[in-house]
Each structure stands twice: as C-alpha cells, then as structure tokens.
C-alpha cells in the first residue's frame, strides 16, 4: 500500500474515534454499522441499530416466557439479558433493560415515542434517588416509587464490571402459595426464583433506575413534582383497593409477606 495512502487511513481512523466519541446508545462493536456525518459527526443510522436490539430481545420472548404470559415479569427479563453478560459490554446492557417495564413485564418498543418519566425510589440504606424509569403506563411509576427499593448492584460484563442502581423487591418465591393467579413466569424452588437474580441483601432485582444520582427536593422539584401529583391519588390508595394497570399484581408480589 502506497504509504501516504496508508497514513491517510489512519489519520481518518483516529479522528473518527477522537472527535466522534461513543456515546450513550452507540455501541462500539457496532461502528462498522455507522456511517457519520463528516460535517456534524451525526450517526444517522442509530436509532435503527437501537430498534434492531429491541427486536432481537423481543425475538428471545418465548424463551423468557414460554408459556407467552409476561406478567410481571420484570426479574425475567432481567434474569436473561444478566445471562449474556459475558457478551455484552455496559452499554448494551443498560440498552437492554429500556425494553422493558419492570413492573408489568411489558415490551417497551423505543419507536413509540417516550418511554421514560423520572421517579423517586428509596434505597435499601434510607436515602433516595432519582433517575429514568423505563415504563408501559403512568401508575407502574406510582408503584415503584411505593413498593419497590433500589441499590447499588455490580454485575461483571464483557468490558469489566459494572455498578449500576437496581429496582429491587422480596423474593414472591419465599411465599410461593401466595402468587398471584395472574402470574405463571417465575420458577420457585425452596423459597427462591430461580429465573432471577438477586443482590447481596437477597431481594429480587426487577428492573433498572437509569441515569440514577441523589434526590435532591430543591434541585429535582421540576423533574419529580409532575409524575408525584399524577401519582396522589394512587400513592393514598390502599393496595387491596388499587386499579388500573398491572400495578394491583405488581404489589401483591411486592409485599407479599405482607399478605
């Protein structure tokens, strides 16, 4: 190869790594993919690659759920996407846990505009957070802000590992006789789900608080205000009494101890 050809191409190489640097959602393995803007340094083609991994976890639904019922599924999903960690790197994996609600099991497709709201979530050691929940409806927010915890929770991945915030509730297995009807997608054995994961203080992970940091009222009061107001009515509500979305069977398995 002719050698000013050659330092050319490396000169171009490494100014596509330099002044386009990866960002959240674009995925390293995948810049063979992407064609950039050498005016903007836009990537065109991203949202087609984020939608073609919605679809390839959607394609592995009936290997997560094989009996097709979703409900509350949340540590399912999760459970899976955890056993490819060996393959993925952080950011794909924190890709993977968008396509998903926590709280009803629900495939949040990223094509259908917005799928996130802010929430307060307190965490196992007392203090809050706030960060995106990934959502089917409003009042799975309501019941994760009342009914679940979060905690710091490292999961070792392709590129080293990774802490990142959990949404956590107690194990429904430890009360197998009490699962709701409507739920057929965890496997308990001795008290324990099988098809999920835990954290060190043995409470079940469901889902995942992105872009997590510490509440503060005065700083996140125009984020959180909204989704609390919209939230008054079924925050008051007892749980026997709750309706609308999956929330009234997300609570029975969240406090299910309880009952």
């Not at 699962?179 to 057929?184: C, F, H």
Request: some cysteine; hydrophobic content about 30%; overall charge negative.
């Amino acid at each position: 190869m002719d050698i000013k050809l050659l330092l050319l191409v490396v000169v171009i190489i490494f100014f596509i790594q330099c002044d386009y640097p990866v960002i959240e959602g674009l995925f390293i393995e995948d810049w063979y993919h992407i064609i950039f803007d050498p005016i903007t340094g836009d990537h065109p083609d991203h949202e087609q690659l984020v939608q073609e991994h919605y679809e390839e976890l959607m394609n592995n639904f009936r290997n997560i759920f094989p009996d097709g019922n979703r409900n509350a599924g949340g540590p399912q999903f999760y459970e899976h996407i955890y056993s490819h960690k060996d393959t993925l790197t952080k950011d794909k994996f924190m890709l993977y846990h968008q396509f998903y609600c926590g709280v009803s099991g629900s495939p949040i497709d990223p094509n259908r505009g917005r799928t996130f709201d802010y929430i307060t979530i307190d965490h196992i050691d007392g203090s809050t957070y706030i960060g995106k929940y990934y959502r089917c409806c409003w009042p799975c927010l309501c019941d994760i802000h009342k009914y679940a915890k979060v905690e710091h929770h490292t999961t070792t991945l392709k590129d080293g590992p990774h802490e990142h915030m959990v949404i956590t509730i107690e194990d429904p297995c430890s009360q197998e006789d009490k699962l709701p009807n409507e739920v057929s997608s965890f496997t308990c054995s001795k008290g324990i789900t099988e098809n999920g994961i835990r954290t060190e203080s043995g409470r079940l992970i469901i889902a995942v608080l992105h872009g997590h940091e510490l509440y503060e009222p005065t700083k996140h009061k125009t984020l959180i205000d909204p989704v609390l107001k919209q939230c008054e009515n079924r925050l008051n509500t007892d749980p026997d009494d709750l309706e609308g979305g999956m929330g009234d069977i997300f609570v029975k398995l969240a406090i299910i101890k309880d009952l």
